[in-house]
């Protein structure tokens, strides 16, 4: 597996609204773009930190992912994304080494990103995203 920088780091937050103004106000960020991910039941806002993004998480439903985590945890650190040249090739060669997979192939995540889920019980206790950029797809 090929991983080339960290691609994002997931927060997860109860309002986007209230967020988003801490990020830009007291940290000096900018937001770039915020968008709904209908099927993963999440709205996301991006921020740029040097080549890596920061994105907070708001969930649409109380059943998604997000609503569970918070229910759960509350507010906080949710996941670490990893850039992957293939992620399918990723999943199947961390897939020979044991590693549990929440998916077993790519799905379509934020910003046009193939995504896929590695379970924290296989790694360490943090959830963790392998990201492809299919426009950037090395052939």
């Not at 209230?18 to 996301?44: H, M, R, S, W």
Request: charge should be negative.
């Amino acid at each position: 597996m090929e991983i080339t920088h960290i691609e994002h780091i997931g927060i997860a937050v109860k309002s986007l609204e209230t967020a988003i103004p801490f990020y830009e106000n007291v940290l000096g960020l900018k937001c770039y773009n915020v968008e709904e991910v209908v099927d993963q039941k999440v709205k996301t806002a991006f921020f740029k930190v040097g080549q890596t993004k920061i994105e907070l998480l708001e969930s649409t439903d109380p059943e998604g992912a997000i609503g569970k985590f918070i229910e759960k945890k509350g507010e906080g650190l949710h996941h670490i994304a990893y850039a992957a040249n293939d992620v399918q090739t990723s999943l199947n060669e961390v897939s020979a080494k044991g590693v549990q997979l929440i998916d077993k192939a790519p799905r379509k995540g934020a910003e046009g990103l193939n995504i896929a889920f590695l379970h924290p019980k296989s790694t360490c206790g943090v959830l963790t995203e392998l990201c492809e950029d299919p426009s950037k797809k090395q052939v």
